[in-house]
């Protein structure tokens, strides 16, 4: 994903140009004398544990000349980076895993000289991440549940687990922001369809926090009343309109109603309409849709 960075409350911070892991993570992983036996924990696939110290990033080099067209924009990619890495042997998915924020930032710079170009990263430090740095696994790997080992009843031991361990560390949102990033009313959101989309600044790609179509400021008791929809989940694709700049999104959950369609305000702060999708008749993950001008698919 790309956009333009105008934001001077995000302006860089002096930075060591150097990468490290930061003083908040508590969890230290071992360092491996070999490649972990899964194939998606091993290569390219392991997990980055080491951010980019302050706000600037690491300068990159670059072979050639960077188009004039991206000076003062930034590209920026999400992906499942996992906090507490499973056991040899242990199941696993490739969607398993936190959200991690990789960005290059083409700065603005004087017109007329070469575009120079930042790397940064960092953990999306969603309310589950946080909870995972002090508890270890909040959620139950989706390589367990697809397994053939998992069977109902394992699969039904596995939920009820950690939904006791979301009650006794007061989880409240599993999104952590691992799946697609939306720019949407000049908010950087990182989704995952279980949860509240994720806030992040722009270029630091420091996480503001979790951010759910509503008012600034409203009290407790009036959230999800008139401010904003319902039920606090969004899927990871939501669709912009081009005409209106309203967001359109999809929301499932377990319970019935099983699915809600719903409709968000271009400043992102008001909910404009929501309603129960008819028809379904037991919870089924749904990941993706197309809009069109009267239809959405």
Same mark, same amino acid.
């Given at each position: 994903?790309?956009?333009?960075?105008?934001?001077?409350?995000?302006?860089?911070?002096?930075?060591?140009? +150097?990468?490290?892991?930061?003083?908040?993570?508590?969890?230290?992983?071992?360092?491996? +004398?070999?490649?972990?036996?899964?194939?998606?924990?091993?290569?390219?696939? *392991?997990?980055?544990?080491?951010?980019?110290?302050?706000?600037?990033?690491?300068?990159?080099?670059?072979?050639?000349?960077?188009?004039?067209?991206?000076?003062?924009?930034? *590209?920026?990619?999400?992906?499942? $980076?996992?906090?507490?890495?499973?056991?040899?042997?242990?199941?696993?998915?490739?969607?398993?895993?936190?959200?991690?924020?990789?960005?290059?930032?083409?700065?603005?710079?004087?017109?007329?000289?070469?575009?120079?170009?930042?790397?940064?990263?960092?953990?999306?430090?969603?309310?589950?991440?946080?909870?995972?740095?002090?508890?270890?696994?909040?959620?139950?790997?989706?390589?367990?549940?697809?397994?053939?080992?998992?069977?109902?009843?394992?699969?039904?031991?596995?939920?009820?687990?950690?939904?006791?361990?979301?009650?006794?560390?007061?989880?409240?949102?599993?999104?952590?922001?691992?799946?697609?990033?939306?720019?949407?009313?000049?908010?950087?959101?990182?989704?995952?369809?279980?949860?509240?989309?994720?806030?992040?600044?722009?270029?630091?790609? $420091?996480?503001?926090?979790?951010? *759910?179509?509503?008012?600034? $400021?409203?009290?407790?008791?009036?959230?999800?009343?008139?401010?904003?929809?319902?039920?606090?989940?969004?899927?990871?694709?939501?669709?912009?309109?081009?005409?209106?700049?309203?967001?359109?999104?999809?929301?499932?959950?377990?319970?019935?109603?099983?699915?809600? *369609?719903?409709?968000?305000?271009?400043?992102?702060?008001?909910?404009?309409?929501?309603?129960?999708?008819?028809?379904?008749?037991?919870?089924?993950?749904?990941?993706?849709?197309?809009?069109?001008?009267?239809?959405?698919?």
């Amino acid at each position: 994903m790309t956009f333009e960075s105008h934001d001077p409350i995000h302006a860089p911070q002096k930075s060591s140009g +150097t990468t490290a892991i930061a003083s908040d993570i508590k969890v230290r992983t071992k360092e491996r +004398t070999k490649a972990h036996p899964h194939p998606y924990l091993s290569g390219n696939f *392991y997990p980055v544990f080491e951010e980019t110290v302050g706000d600037e990033g690491i300068e990159c080099e670059v072979i050639g000349t960077i188009p004039e067209s991206l000076r003062g924009s930034q *590209y920026v990619r999400t992906g499942p $980076n996992s906090l507490n890495v499973p056991k040899d042997g242990a199941p696993h998915h490739f969607f398993d895993g936190e959200g991690m924020l990789h960005g290059v930032y083409f700065e603005p710079g004087v017109e007329g000289e070469p575009v120079r170009a930042r790397y940064m990263n960092r953990w999306v430090r969603s309310e589950v991440f946080l909870k995972a740095n002090d508890h270890g696994q909040m959620m139950m790997s989706l390589g367990r549940i697809m397994g053939p080992a998992c069977g109902f009843l394992g699969f039904i031991l596995g939920i009820l687990w950690y939904r006791i361990k979301h009650a006794f560390t007061r989880l409240k949102s599993v999104g952590n922001g691992n799946t697609a990033l939306a720019f949407f009313g000049s908010r950087l959101l990182a989704l995952q369809e279980a949860g509240k989309p994720v806030e992040t600044s722009v270029p630091s790609l $420091n996480t503001t926090g979790d951010y *759910y179509f509503e008012e600034e $400021n409203v009290k407790e008791h009036e959230k999800n009343t008139k401010k904003g929809p319902k039920q606090e989940i969004c899927t990871a694709h939501p669709k912009i309109d081009p005409k209106t700049g309203e967001l359109v999104f999809f929301s499932y959950r377990m319970s019935h109603p099983f699915a809600y *369609y719903s409709v968000v305000s271009a400043d992102g702060k008001r909910l404009v309409w929501e309603e129960p999708i008819p028809g379904i008749q037991k919870s089924i993950m749904m990941h993706d849709f197309a809009i069109t001008s009267t239809y959405s698919m």
